[in-house]
């Protein structure tokens, strides 16, 4: 087999994929880092569709320790916005029937948000540097301005999480899959949609390389 066949990039991507994998799980594991590790994981991916190819442990552990504290404020955030939506739909089961209709509407009005900022806020801290809530609106702002796309990542991250979750005779083999290379591949598929709302704001210089605007209003906005 020559080297640069395509059996060579095949086995030398899934190898990305899997060590991609094991990293974003490790890291995850404090809980804690699991923003920070999701960022990290979401840099390379979108790195892989940028150039082509990455420096797995180099660019994992640049990405992870340049964007720490702004990764896990943003992951404590996320966490304490779903377990308030949460304890909020419990509480709706000891409201009248009329007013829990009313107050379960305003949830699911607050859920859609949360769940589109969630998809795209920590590809977004990978892609661009900001301050925490200027990304936490950017991430909004793409993913409301292609809807086909944040349906897409919507179905590609979601999707694969509720089939290993009820489908128990399969379980074992989902579980598999996810521990392999589960996390690395649905973050390269979701990525792919991701670099195309990320490209327009990334320059070439005069060799044709990308790099980020410095201009902070030119981000998304």
């Known amino acids: 087999m020559k080297p640069g066949s395509l059996f060579d990039r095949i086995f030398g991507f899934l190898g990305q994929l899997i060590a991609l994998n094991l990293l974003w799980i490790v ?3 404090p809980i804690i880092t699991a923003g920070a590790s999701t960022t990290a994981l979401f840099y390379c991916t979108l790195k892989l569709h940028k150039d082509g190819d990455i420096r ?3 660019d994992f552990f640049k990405s992870f320790k340049q964007n720490f504290r702004q990764s896990t404020l943003i992951w404590i955030l996320m966490v304490a916005a779903g377990i308030f939506i949460y304890m909020e739909k419990e509480a709706l089961a000891t409201m009248p ?3 829990s209709q009313i107050f379960y509407y305003v949830i699911f009005a607050v859920y859609i948000p949360l769940v ?3 998809l795209y806020v920590f590809p977004t801290v990978a892609a661009f540097e ?3 809530m200027t990304l936490i609106t950017n991430a909004f702002y793409f993913a409301v301005k292609h ?3 944040a349906l897409a990542v919507a179905v ?3 999707l694969p999480m509720t089939m290993t979750l009820v489908d128990a005779k399969l379980f074992p083999v989902y579980l598999l899959i996810w521990l392999m290379f589960g996390f690395s591949l649905t973050a390269y598929a979701d990525s792919w949609f991701m670099w195309k709302l990320f490209k327009p704001y990334f320059k070439e210089d005069e060799e044709g390389h990308h790099y980020v605007d410095t201009e902070p ?3 998304a906005f």
Do not use: E, F, R
Request: charged fraction near 10%; charge should be neutral.
């Open 156 to 158: 590609i991250t979601i």
């Open 116 to 118: 589109a900022v969630a």
């Open 147 to 149: 809807i086909g796309y």
């Open 97 to 99: 029937g009329s007013m």
């Open 217 to 219: 209003d030119q981000y």
């Open 27 to 29: 890291c995850s594991l």
């Open 130 to 132: 900001n301050k925490t």
């Open 56 to 58: 797995v442990l180099h």
